[in-house]
Every structure is written in C-alpha cells, then in structure tokens.
C-alpha cells in the first residue's frame, strides 16, 4: 500500500531533550517536506527537500534540522525542544514540487513541557 | 506577503445540500492551486489540483473553479453527506522564483447534519 508513515504519532517530552521524528515513503517520491499545524493557523512549512541530499527551508524552520541521506526517508530533528514547539507535525511526499498532489502522513503530535 | 483567506470559516449544512467555499489568494507568481480535506486529527488528502491554465476540475462530488485573474477559487460540494464533515483547505504555490513554497489558507470547517 502505497503510503507515508511517522513515528511516532505522539510524544511529550522536556525542554531541551533532543528528539527525533522518522518519515518514511514507499512511493519513490523525489519532493518531500515537513508542516506543523497549530489551531487558528494554518499548516506551515517548516523544511522541503527535493531529492536526496538536497534540503531547503520553508516558512519556519527556525529550531528544527533535517536530513535526506536517503530517498524514502526525511526525519525531522529538535535539538532542543521548547514549548512553542508544541504543535502537530505532518510530513508529506509527491513525485514532484510543482504539479502533483502530496500525500500526508497521519501526524505526529508533539507536546514540550 | 503571500496570503490565502478562505472562507466561511465555518459552515453548518443538512446532509443532501450543497455548498460552496470559497479561498482567495494573493500568492505571486502562481504555480498551482489544490483543495484538500482534512479529517479530525488526520492528515489532509488531495482533492483537487489546478494549474494557471485550468479553470475547473472535479473530483467525484467535489467541483473546484479557479479564476486566476481575480485570483479566486471555489469548492463546490453537490449533495452533501455525513462524512463530508471536515476542514477543507485551500492551498497555493508560488511558481518559479516563489521556489514552489505553499502558502495553507486556515481552512473551513464544515459539518454535515443528517
């Protein structure tokens, strides 16, 4: 089946404790990207890559890294988690940036205390 | 600044009608519009995509127009049902030199009586 997965799809954890959140795709998709998504806002970028070691920021990356060593996989990082971070995450693939439609993950939400 | 504004921001309607929503933009250069639905806690799934040069595009019971030149979208949903209750998001990218970023309107949430 093709889809995006995320682990994991909940965490609490405290400020400034390092943590990872894995994306993976089994769909060969060259563009992938991470959202968070805050309630009265909309989903917000927070980083895009369009291929395999090729990353990019969107509209708010500030406090988060990513890496794309590998096709299927973009895992997003928070070196030092804090609050306002608090959010849930989605990250998305599509064959391509410009005219395909992204498929979402199922969400990872994420609470610093 | 790139801006999408969608509205209503919410919409109560009877299980069989039909409604519209509406997304206005004022995202530059365009590259392309799409319409997605979002379940309670889910991740949004596409409805609708539309480049510069189509002006209407359907997906089952759900019809999208795009007007470019006032740069105004529309979801047309016929015939209503229980589970067409959700967010509904309109979402624009920036064409080249926009690098392709999408800019998420804030959704309109519709909930579906029987």
């Known amino acids: 089946e093709a889809q995006v997965t995320q682990n994991p799809r909940y965490l609490i954890t405290v400020t400034g404790k390092k943590l990872t959140v894995t994306c993976s795709q089994n769909m060969n998709h060259e563009y992938m990207s991470w959202y968070r998504q805050d309630p009265g806002l909309g989903l917000r970028q927070i980083y895009y890559s369009m291929n395999v070691e090729v990353t990019d920021k969107g509209d708010v990356p500030e406090g988060y890294k990513v890496s794309r060593k590998e096709k299927r996989n973009f895992p997003l990082i928070l070196e030092s988690p804090s609050p306002n971070q608090t959010s849930l995450y989605f990250c998305?693939?599509?064959?391509?940036?410009?005219?395909?439609?992204?498929?979402f993950g199922p969400g990872t939400r994420l609470t610093v205390t | 600044k790139n801006q999408v504004e969608q509205s209503p921001q919410s919409l109560i309607i009877l299980e069989g009608k039909n409604c519209t929503l509406q997304?206005?933009?004022?995202?530059?250069?365009?590259?392309?519009l799409r319409w997605y639905k979002q379940d309670t806690g889910r991740g949004p799934v596409s409805l609708t995509i539309?480049?510069?040069?189509?002006n209407t595009k359907s997906n089952r019971r759900y019809t999208a127009t795009l007007d470019a030149d006032t740069k105004q979208s529309s979801l047309h949903i016929t015939a209503s049902q229980l589970s067409d209750s959700a967010s509904y998001i309109c979402?624009?990218?920036?064409?080249?030199?926009?690098?392709?970023?999408?800019?998420f309107g804030r959704g309109t949430s519709l909930i579906v009586h029987p």
């Open positions: 539309m480049t510069f040069s189509e």
């Open positions: 979402v624009v990218s920036a064409g080249p030199g926009g690098s392709y970023i999408p800019t």
């Open positions: 997304c206005n933009y004022t995202v530059s250069p365009f590259s392309n």
């Open positions: 998305a693939s599509s064959p391509d940036e410009i005219a395909y439609e992204q498929y």
